[in-house]
């Protein structure tokens, strides 16, 4: 688990493909590795993934089929900037939200807007995941715990202050960028349980309806 809380960007420095998946090597920039060490999970652009090798400034991991399925770890070239977050802890201050690693889906940065001294950006989201956010809920955007600030169709609107867009990669987004998107995972327990577990991971069901509400006793 994490909390979307970024500790520092690193870049990818190697890409390898292996039996059909991929290898990754990360330099780990100012990211503390001292109490790390081989099995541990690390959040790449909100990816968590298993360390299997490591040096002084860098980790390596594999990222199997189903992750770059599911995100933008297909795209990844050398020389990418990615965002990292250790696991927490039990003595870790949980700032942001609880965060599983686990991404949903991949997002579309269609505007990039200066907002007084923050950002202002919409991400437009695939339908089937759009149904998991809320107003002032929160979300995980390649690693990092956001507030939404409102819903639009297909589209989520957020607002970056400077220091987040400075400590994260989001100084790096632009129109066309393409990011990983993990829902909060309450949401998507909340409809398993709903649906009496007729449906296994987000964005595969849209049963949940007002009248099956009604029908449960929700209001």
Same mark, same amino acid.
């Given at each position: 688990?994490?909390?979307?809380?970024?500790?520092?960007?690193?870049?990818?420095?190697?890409?390898? *493909?292996?039996?059909?998946?991929?290898?990754?090597?990360?330099?780990?920039?100012?990211?503390?590795?001292?109490?790390?060490?081989?099995?541990?999970?690390?959040?790449?652009?909100? /990816?968590?993934?298993?360390?299997?090798?490591?040096?002084?400034?860098?980790?390596?991991?594999?990222?199997?089929?189903?992750?770059?399925?599911?995100?933008?770890?297909?795209?990844?070239?050398?020389?990418?900037?990615?965002?990292?977050?250790?696991?927490?802890?039990?003595?870790?201050?949980?700032?942001?939200?609880? $965060?599983?690693?686990?991404?949903?889906?991949?997002?579309?940065?269609?505007?990039?807007?200066?907002?007084?001294?923050?950002?202002? $950006?919409? $991400?437009?989201?695939?339908?089937?995941?759009?149904?998991?956010?809320?107003?002032?809920?929160?979300?995980?955007?390649?690693? $990092?715990?956001?507030? /939404?600030?409102?819903?639009?169709?297909?589209?989520?609107?957020?607002? /970056?202050?400077?220091?987040?867009?400075? &400590?994260?990669?989001?100084?790096?987004?632009?129109?066309?960028?393409?990011?990983?998107?993990? *829902?909060?995972?309450?949401?998507?327990?909340?409809?398993?349980?709903?649906?009496?577990?007729?449906?296994?991971?987000?964005?595969?069901?849209?049963?949940?309806?007002? &009248?099956?509400?009604?029908?449960?006793?929700?209001?």
């Amino acid at each position: 688990m994490f909390t979307g809380i970024i500790e520092a960007i690193g870049k990818v420095s190697a890409k390898q *493909v292996k039996g059909g998946d991929i290898r990754l090597q990360i330099a780990t920039g100012d990211l503390d590795l001292a109490d790390v060490k081989l099995g541990d999970s690390i959040a790449v652009n909100g /990816i968590c993934l298993t360390v299997i090798s490591m040096q002084s400034k860098s980790f390596s991991a594999d990222v199997s089929l189903e992750t770059l399925s599911h995100s933008t770890f297909q795209q990844m070239a050398v020389g990418s900037f990615v965002n990292l977050e250790k696991a927490l802890t039990l003595s870790t201050r949980l700032g942001g939200h609880m $965060v599983s690693g686990h991404v949903d889906g991949v997002g579309e940065v269609v505007e990039y807007l200066a907002d007084a001294r923050s950002v202002h $950006v919409g $991400v437009r989201l695939p339908q089937s995941l759009m149904k998991y956010l809320a107003e002032k809920g929160s979300v995980c955007v390649d690693g $990092v715990s956001l507030t /939404i600030n409102r819903l639009e169709k297909d589209i989520f609107h957020l607002n /970056i202050v400077p220091h987040t867009a400075q &400590e994260t990669i989001i100084d790096h987004w632009k129109i066309g960028t393409s990011v990983n998107v993990e *829902v909060d995972v309450i949401a998507r327990y909340l409809e398993r349980l709903i649906l009496g577990g007729q449906t296994g991971s987000a964005g595969k069901s849209d049963s949940v309806t007002k &009248e099956m509400l009604a029908k449960n006793g929700f209001f």
